[in-house]
DNA sequence: TTGCTATGAATGAACG
DNA sequence: CGTTCATTCATAGCAA
């Protein structure tokens, strides 16, 4: 009923992916940006003229607060994991788009679902079903070329204390992350890499839903 | 007639407003940046090649074993994918042969890429993108499973721009060209000299007009 | 906390 | 083109 007084605009899914995606860009550009900067700074630190402290000083600085992204991920319940267990152990694990609605909405009445995640639950269980299968003797140095060992540099900026980096937002949380691309100016080093800030969508359900950047307010049940 | 109307987000001119902002702060962030680097690297243009090249796009190595082949899968850059969103977005979306030749050619002055690469991304983003609009993301749920059905379906049906106070979303200008600021970051080694290159695969797009929320603003036209 | 592992999701490439 | 596969990214949990 809020929507008589506001004069919105509507955006598809794709614009809205879209958008994320640029910010993303954006967030990743600037961080190159910000290293290919201070590398170069590194090599004639003695003549510097250009003022970038103020640049530093007033678009960069506040929260260090990591990433608002929150795109939480579905987790099946015990009684969804069955079932899909069971299916996938007879069905031969082809369900076809079809196979794919029924299932879904078989599984929706055990918790919330939706046909994407029955999609890559297939595919997921498929692919590593046979890795398993093709690799059971995993040992040697070698044995890993699969996945796993990604944990590498993960740990990359990690959450910021003080608070959920996925609160309920309000709006002025838009801004935080902006800066913080330019965290390189307290020398952090360490390669951070690509973050996906920005809008994600997420909706919890029977969570006590974690809305990401424009939380509420954007007034679209469908997040 | 693609009708994209189907499930649209509502924004309110405020959020439109802060997000809009924060794209800007992106931008100037990333324009001073930029200037800084450019000014920055005049003065030492003479000395080293600065290998400051790739800084994210060696991602998927150091996977601590010593298997240092590169990696078998294309990754675009940032930069290169706001260049094929932008050109994905511009209406077009069937880029004709000639088209991938030069798109290919504009994408390698922002890192490694073949035809192939870009062919294959083309086919990729159109049908997901198709998919997901058959298949609006995450069902969101809190109301009992009972219903859901109903509310589902007449969900669809509601955000339909045409509506009184509300005016769709241009895809214009969603995506500006990022990239034309940043060809002079990325270079690679080769010319190490920026290059003005723009491929102009631009077909004046579905000019539907500007006036489109993140248009005018959004980004500074002295880049 | 710190780190590891299992696994949901994203996506380049290949297949029919 | 629409599907499917293979590989990688990212995160929820759990262990040390």
Redesign the pocket.
């Known amino acids: 009923m809020e929507n008589t007084a506001l004069c919105g605009k509507v955006m598809t899914d794709d614009q809205i992916e879209t958008l994320r995606r640029q910010i993303a860009a954006y967030s990743t550009i600037c961080e190159q940006l910000a290293e290919m900067h201070r590398e170069t700074t590194l090599r004639q630190e003695s003549f510097t003229g250009m003022g970038m402290t103020s640049l530093y000083s007033d678009s960069a600085m506040a929260c260090g607060s990591s990433k608002i992204?929150a795109?939480?991920?579905?987790?099946?319940t015990p009684m969804q994991l069955q079932i899909l267990e069971s299916i996938f152990y007879q069905g031969s694990g082809?369900p076809?788009?079809q196979g794919i609605k029924d299932i879904t909405a078989k599984l929706a009445e055990h918790g919330q679902i939706s046909e994407?995640?029955v999609y890559?639950?297939f595919?997921?269980r498929?692919?590593?079903s046979?890795r398993k299968q093709a690799n059971p003797t995993q040992n040697n140095a070698e044995s890993e070329e699969?996945?796993?060992l990604?944990?590498k540099r993960?740990?990359t900026e990690k959450l910021v204390?003080q608070s959920s980096n996925l609160s309920p937002v309000s709006d002025d949380h838009l801004f935080q992350d902006v800066s913080s691309e330019l965290r390189f100016v307290d020398q952090d080093h360490g390669g951070s890499?690509?973050v996906?800030s920005f809008i994600d969508a997420s909706k919890v359900a029977n969570g006590s839903g974690g809305m990401a950047v424009f939380g509420n307010s954007w007034s679209n049940p469908s997040w």
């Open positions: 992204s795109r939480q991920r579905w987790t099946p082809t076809n788009k994407t995640n890559n639950w595919q997921n498929r692919a590593r046979k699969a996945e796993c990604n944990a993960a740990r204390p890499r690509a996906y």
